[in-house]
């Protein structure tokens, strides 16, 4: 692969807090290599602002392996930016060329408020979960890991929702906003296990009322979740998160019919 | 002060259940009148916060990050090991025990490791009681695989994700109790101090990364679970907060650092690719089960990988360790490693990578797929497409990734890799109760020095983490808090805790005010650069003086030049980070000091002095045999305290892996 050097113009968003309005700022980068990330980009910037005397670009990131979830850019019209099942800090630079402009704003919903310039508040996903995102079991209760055998293609779906990384990037794709997917996801990942059947009504419930208390908009079945996922979660979760909705409605239903 | 261990007398098999048995209780009722706070959630804080919780206590939690689930123990990949035998190949409480003893070079103590492994198998049914979907064969069963520095498949996984799996599980059984009103929760929130009233750990300062202002909270007791310390080079495997700075300032309150230079060099790492490198990016070591290392036998060979005809290249791990080849311990390989690159034999545009090739393995696995599918005249290309989807479904995450980040098809062409710091065995000392020399304070986790010796085995530290928090504080907490039941929540405008925030928010006004020329990040890299020369893979006497030096001069220059832009009450990363880099500008010195102390090799310290003819590492059991727990004296003043570790069981001999 051939490594070469760009130019770039950057449209970032900035805003004090999450009280003042926001505006985009222009700046310049230079030099900028084809072999680094998105992120260590952005630390050419600020450096660059540092030594300017300038105020340096507020941005959410931390494992910049993709997992951790923190990173969060809404890019070119893009949650993560242009590449498939990417995360914004394992976006390269190999992806532009001299003279790109290229437009960074943060995630957009009204249940996640700017807190700095790129830097928003989820923490409506930490109190979703608490309304019914677990198997209630404590320390000490388990049987033997072995005791239940779980057939390997429910275990490998499970696992498939439970890698969501909690980043936020479907409510911001989402014209609605709506967290759906994020939601589809926990609930899948339990009501797939045996471990998590016992709760499965009140958990799809609770978290469902929650989700709609935080302001979250509702799901209009857009797809456009499913796209910018960087994990892949499908949009076959929400169909499930919906199946288990209904039956956690009617009484008696059918609750192993999934 | 002696150091005391408080190991339990009696048999190693036997400590830990008659402690269990016989450790004092606190009731339901007295629980409830009972702070605790959590420093970290990471699987150390977490499992300790939700089980703690659980019981009754009244529970805080903190971390950096703006939810616990993104603790760094998120990026954990290859697995979490466990002596259940469920293969049958002859794995064993005593057995884990023994490997994670020799695999640390016989610098860990061993009722803490014995015990470690004795509740392994309780944390994977935990676990699998939560929700973790761990891998599974199609009998329905869970699946295990092979990791470095053992002969038995005990490996328990999910994917690549393991630690996310785990963190998970841990994060919703916190939320459970968040729920329930038991835990508090705090993000995005960074601990500054430790609050000390009459000797003992009351409480805790700390300061809210949103507004910046500055948080007094009581505690009957402290519990830090903040992670590693690795970052202190500047570049590692590590999340970009991690940070030494909770540990730091317990250690200024009075709690002993063990063995600080202890630090894991993990051979299979993504190569720097230039200056603006900000972390390295790890490639699990189960790549090493079917990859194999080598470099050209000619120096300074500009050749492409592929134009190199096979007797033209050395594999080097396989020639010089023919017995384990390409699955030596970590150390041993991240050594290897370098010795090629500085002889001159190192690939790529830096010179500083070897190759991981896959090329053997897809062939290898093809031929079989061929033979399974019946088809025995195969030719080349076949086998080869067949072999790719085998490859393909054992690591295709880590392909993926590594494609991602070098833009290269390492299906097509070889990996390249490099060491890069990963880990540190170092960290508080702590007894066998957890509790750090200052009463009170308790540390889990990465962030204590306890089970790994000088050397970490793969797959022993969210064992660790998870055993810590879910198995062991849960009783000795309860043994220690039952001797404060009387103890009223102490209020925060205690002097103690005026005189502890004046003293954080006098630092901040005095970095703030600096306002020199230099940004924290050039600093951070030039320290990681003094570390990474003189203290990192390979050290010597006259290195590890010159870093010393070096470093003082590092850090007086930071204190009369840093720049930090913005404001102290609002959200200011630069300013989070100074505080973090202030205190690796320290704890490197001491780093230093510690691997000056030690003259020998053992597990990932290596001293160059200290080698056998053909460049192994030597053990000086003579005078080394202890854990070296430090005590701050004040600036670059630290006073040396032995642990000397006594091996009723476990015989320690030379390590040989040829
Ligand atoms: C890339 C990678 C892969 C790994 N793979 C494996 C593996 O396969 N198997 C294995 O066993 N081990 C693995 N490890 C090691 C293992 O992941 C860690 O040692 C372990 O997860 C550490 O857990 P912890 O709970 O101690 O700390 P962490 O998970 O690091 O959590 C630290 C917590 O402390 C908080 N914190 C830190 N400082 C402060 C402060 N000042 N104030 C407030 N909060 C603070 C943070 O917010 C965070 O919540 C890997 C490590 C890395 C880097
Ligand atoms: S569903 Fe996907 S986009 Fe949404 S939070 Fe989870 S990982 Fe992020
Ligand atoms: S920084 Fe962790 S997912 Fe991007």
């Known amino acids: ?258 | 002060m002696p150091l005391n261990s408080k190991i339990p007398a009696g048999e190693l098999a036997e400590k830990w259940e008659k402690y269990k048995s016989t450790c004092k209780l606190v009731n339901p009722a007295n629980k409830r009148q009972l702070e605790v706070i959590v420093i970290g959630t990471g699987l150390a804080g977490a499992s300790a916060a939700a089980s703690l919780g659980e019981l009754g206590y009244k529970v805080k939690t903190f971390c950096f990050q703006d939810s616990p689930r993104r603790a760094h123990s998120i990026a954990a990949q290859g697995g979490i090991n466990a002596a259940k035998n469920y293969q049958n190949d002859g794995d064993s409480t005593y057995r884990l025990f023994y490997d994670t003893v020799k695999g640390g070079d016989y610098r860990a103590r061993e009722a803490n490791v014995y015990r470690l492994a004795s509740v392994s198998a309780n944390i994977i049914d935990q676990c699998v009681a939560q929700g973790v979907p761990f891998a599974r064969e199609y009998g329905g069963l869970l699946s295990n695989r092979s990791f470095g520095g053992t002969q038995v498949q005990r490996t328990f996984y999910a994917a690549g994700q393991t630690g996310q799996q785990l963190l998970i599980g841990a994060y919703q059984a916190l939320e459970r109790q968040v729920a329930l009103g038991n835990v508090k929760q705090y993000s995005r929130h960074e601990m500054l101090d430790i609050v000390m009233v009459e000797g003992k750990a009351r409480g805790v300062i700390v300061r809210n990364l949103v507004t910046g202002e500055l948080e007094r909270h009581f505690g009957h007791a402290v519990l830090l679970c903040s992670g590693g310390y690795g970052n202190v080079f500047y570049l590692s495997t590590n999340a970009m907060g991690s940070n030494v700075t909770a540990a730091w300032k317990a250690h200024k309150k009075g709690a002993f650092f063990g063995n600080p230079c202890f630090t894991q060099i993990h051979p299979t790492c993504i190569p720097v690719s230039g200056d603006h490198q900000s972390k390295l990016t790890l490639m699990s070591e189960s790549l090493r089960n079917d990859g194999r290392i080598w470099v050209p036998k000619k120096q300074g060979d500009t050749r492409k990988a592929n134009e190199i005809p096979e007797e033209e290249r050395d594999y080097y791990l396989e020639r010089r360790y023919p017995a384990f080849g390409n699955l030596v311990p970590r150390d041993v390989a991240s050594r290897a490693a370098k010795e090629r690159c500085d002889a001159g034999y190192g690939v790529g545009a830096s010179k500083q990578a070897v190759y991981l090739d896959y090329a053997s393995a897809i062939e290898r696995y093809g031929k079989i797929e061929a033979n399974k599918q019946g088809l025995a005249n195969a030719d080349k290309a076949t086998i080869i497409a067949l072999g790719k989807d085998v490859v393909k479904e054992k690591y295709g995450n880590l392909f993926e990734m590594y494609e991602k980040i070098t833009g290269e098809n390492p299906y097509e062409v070889p990996m390249r890799i490099y060491p890069a710091v990963h880990y540190t065995m170092g960290g508080i000392w702590v007894d066998y109760e957890l509790q750090t020399t200052v009463p009170g304070l308790y540390a889990l986790g990465e962030a204590n020095f306890s089970d790994h010796g000088a050397n970490r085995l793969g797959a022993s530290a969210l064992m660790q983490g998870l055993a810590d928090g879910y198995f062991v504080i849960p009783y000795t907490l309860g043994n220690n808090l039952a001797d404060d039941i009387r103890t009223k929540a102490i209020p925060t405008d205690h002097p103690a805790f005026v005189a502890a925030e004046n003293e954080v928010r006098e630092r901040i006004n005095r970095l703030m005010s600096i306002k020199g020329t230099e940004s924290v990040e050039s600093f951070h890299k030039r320290l990681g650069k003094i570390m990474w020369d003189k203290c990192g893979m390979a050290r010597n006497a006259q290195g590890l003086k010159e870093a010393i030096e070096e470093i003082k001069a590092l850090r007086k220059e930071f204190w009369s030049n840093v720049r930090i832009p913005g404001e102290i009450n609002e959200h200011n990363p630069e300013l989070d980070k100074a505080n973090r880099v202030a205190d690796f500008l320290e704890l490197g010195e001491l780093m230093c000091i510690d691997a000056l102390n030690r003259n020998e090799s053992c597990g990932g310290h290596f001293r160059e002095e200290y080698q056998t003819e053909d460049g192994e590492a030597l053990r000086q059991d003579e005078g080394y045999m202890y854990v070296a727990a430090w005590e701050y004296k004040g600036e670059s003043q630290y006073e040396l305290h032995k642990e000397d570790l006594i091996y009723d069981v476990v015989h320690p001999t030379q390590r040989s892996y040829k």
Not at chain 1, 83 to 105: F, S
Not at chain 1, 151 to 159: N, Q
Request: charged letters at 20%.
């Open chain 1, 1 to 258: 692969m051939e490594h070469y050097n760009m130019n770039l113009t950057l449209k970032v968003w900035k805003q004090k807090n999450r009280n003042e309005k926001g505006r985009f700022e222009t700046y310049q980068v230079k030099n900028i290599s084809s072999e680094m990330s998105f992120l260590e980009m952005f630390d050419v910037l600020n450096e660059q602002l540092i030594a300017e005397g300038k105020e340096p670009i507020a941005f959410d990131h931390d494992c910049r392996e993709g997992i951790c979830g923190m990173c969060s850019m809404y890019i070119n019209g893009r949650a993560h930016g242009p590449w498939h099942h990417t995360t914004t800090c394992q976006l390269h630079m190999r992806e532009y060329k001299d003279g790109d402009t290229i437009v960074v704003e943060p995630w957009r919903a009204n249940a996640f408020p700017v807190i700095k310039d790129l830097v928003v508040d989820r923490e409506a996903f930490d109190r979703i979960i608490q309304a019914g995102g677990y198997v209630s079991v404590n320390t000490g209760n388990a049987v033997d890991a072995n005791a239940i055998p779980i057939e390997k293609h429910e275990a490998d779906e499970s696992f498939a929702s439970a890698a969501c990384i909690g980043c936020g990037a479907c409510v911001a794709a989402c014209p609605n906003a709506s967290a759906m997917l994020f939601v589809s996801a926990k609930v899948s990942h339990l009501a797939m296990l045996p471990q998590g059947d016992p709760e499965r009504k009140t958990r799809v419930t609770n978290m469902i009322q929650q989700m709609d208390k935080e302001g979250f908009g509702s799901c209009t079945n857009i797809g456009a979740c499913e796209a910018e996922c960087p994990k892949g979660i499908s949009l076959e979760n929400i169909a499930r998160l919906n199946r288990e909705y209904i039956g956690s409605m009617t009484a008696g239903g059918s609750q192993n019919s999934i």
